[in-house]
């Protein structure tokens, strides 16, 4: 248990945080899930509407803290090479 006053503070900061955290992510894979199924529904105008809804969700990530850069130019990139081959 936390004796300090500012280890009380800290925990509840932490738990304000994992919550807002988890609900961004959950988001992000939400949006990143229906670029998924319209990829394998083969339906290349859908998918590419998906991708660009996406996209900034996943940018936003990136600025808040909860994705690498580099996590998601790669997933961003294989995404958008896995539209571009439905042809």
Do not use: C, W
């Amino acid at each position: 248990m936390a004796n300090h006053l500012s280890a009380k503070t800290r925990i509840r900061r932490n738990e304000r945080r994992y919550e807002l955290n988890s609900s961004r992510l959950g988001r992000i894979r939400t949006f990143v899930k229906s670029v998924e199924t319209a990829i394998g529904e083969g339906d290349k105008p859908a998918a590419q509407d998906a991708f660009k809804a996406a996209m900034p969700e996943m940018h936003r990530g990136v600025r808040s803290g909860i994705l690498r850069k580099g996590t998601v130019a790669r997933k961003l990139s294989r995404m958008n090479s896995r539209i571009k081959a439905l042809g």
